[in-house]
């Protein structure tokens, strides 16, 4: 009976030893996601993928500022998420209708657009410029635009600051779904400027010869952020800002934009 009750009291110490060794695998893939898990959650995420270096195609796979951060912050908070590509006007809307989650786009923060949804901490500084054709020598500012036509993109800063200021600078307005569309109305001299986002069109002069070029200063100084809709998706929004924070102190964020952007 001795040797019996020493076997048993053995076999019921492996087993607390073993059910130890348990917990602690658990614990460490819960860890290395960064954060708590969603339980399965998979958030929609609309982007635009005619918008580099934020987001754009490539070989199949979707590449940009963008998209490596918010796959950077759901993998530091232990979340899924499905991209949703678009047009960028249609991304609020889209989230008014519960068709997305997060709207991340290179999106300035307006007051306009906070009355729909609320939006994380910036995470990038941008501004939008005058771009007009490589050879064209009498636009340098917005009081020479009268009489001209410029060209925007739907449903963003730019389209909004080109309409507010059309009536009062004398020029006329022409919207285009995506950007590169509107590079090609400028460069074939069918439009006489357009109005862009600084760091996108740095960067597509900088890829490709568009035969355009950056005229004046910056018109303004948008920052992005990342939206959710509403007072919806509160427990998300602290999510997001929480990841977007780490990923600024552990040197992630430098990092993703060092790739696209350069030093």
Do not use: H
């Amino acid at each position: 009976m001795k040797k019996f009750g020493l076997l048993s009291l053995f076999l019921i110490i492996g087993l607390l030893l073993a059910a130890c060794g348990t917990d602690k695998s658990t614990s460490d893939t819960s860890k290395s996601t960064g954060g708590a898990s969603d339980d399965g959650k998979v958030y929609k995420v609309g982007v635009d993928t005619t918008y580099p270096p934020f987001e754009f195609e490539e070989g199949g796979q979707y590449k940009g500022i963008d998209i490596e951060l918010i796959n950077a912050i759901a993998e530091n908070q232990g979340f899924k998420i499905d991209l949703n590509p678009m047009d960028f006007g249609g991304i609020i809307p889209a989230m008014q209708a519960n068709q997305l989650d997060i709207g991340i786009a290179g999106m300035s923060i307006t007051d306009e657009r906070k009355k729909i949804v609320d939006f994380s901490e910036p995470y990038f500084d941008a501004g939008i410029t005058l771009v007009a054709k490589k050879d064209n020598s009498e636009i340098n500012t917005l009081d020479d635009l009268k009489g001209k036509t410029v060209a925007v993109k739907k449903g963003t800063s730019g389209a909004t600051f080109a309409q507010d200021n059309a009536d009062s600078k004398g020029f006329e307005v022409v919207q285009f779904n995506d950007s590169p569309a509107m590079f090609q109305e400028v460069a074939n001299g069918n439009a006489d400027v357009l109005i862009e986002d600084y760091p996108v069109i740095a960067y597509a002069i900088a890829q490709k010869d568009l035969g355009l070029k950056i005229v004046g200063d910056r018109l303004n100084g948008d920052q992005y952020g990342i939206a959710v809709l509403k007072g919806k998706n509160q427990d998300l929004l602290e999510k997001i800002d929480k990841g977007l924070a780490e990923l600024k102190a552990n040197g992630k964020y430098d990092e993703i934009l060092k790739t696209y952007l350069g030093e």
